[in-house]
Structures are given as C-alpha cells and as structure tokens.
C-alpha cells in the first residue's frame, strides 16, 4: 500500500505518550493514518503523512497532541482551492521556469514566523 508523503521530517506534530488517555480520537479524526493507537496509548506512525490539519490535536481530551496549524501542506492545499495567491504559511512556493523554489513570506504577510 502506497503512502501519501510530504516533505520527510518536516511536520511540526508532536505527541505526548505520557497525557495519551488512549482514546483513540486522534487516530479516527485523522484524514492519512498518521497517529495510531497501540496497546492503549497513541503513537505516531506515519510523520511525514502530515498535513498539519490539527484534527489530532483539536480532538485530544488530554491534550497530548500538538500541531502547529496553518503552516504545512493544509494551508497549502486549501488556498490553492480557494484560488488565494498569498499565503498563511511562512513559505510560499512559487513556480519560474517549470522549477518550484521558496522564499520568505514573513515582510509580506506580516508574521514574521520564518
């Protein structure tokens, strides 16, 4: 079975085993089975699945699950839908000459998180 893989080692997700209540949420709300949970507590199993969506997080009751929302693949692919040529991330990737490339968003967008 073939994996949807971002960039390798980049998502800001984090997990807590020792908050983990073991109620398996983050695993069901998650859209690319990256949090499972094994013998009663959670544990990443696919980081680079990633998308930073922050559904892990927004549904753990004990706080276990941190992800920095809005700044990885979700954001991305949720503005390109929208058709939104500015960016709520601190990279903006951009194509010239058939090449993507990025570059510092935080002057224009005024995050200053880069």
Known sequence: MSRLVYLANVATLRLDPTRC????MCATVC???VLVV???VAEIAHLDGCMECGACANNCPSGAIEVETGVGCAAAVINS????TDSSCCCVIEKSDGKASHREASSESGSGRC
């Open 21 to 24: 209540c073991g109620c398996g």
């Open 81 to 84: 839908i929208l058709g939104r």
């Open 38 to 40: 094994r013998e009663g």
């Open 31 to 33: 859209p690319h089975g």
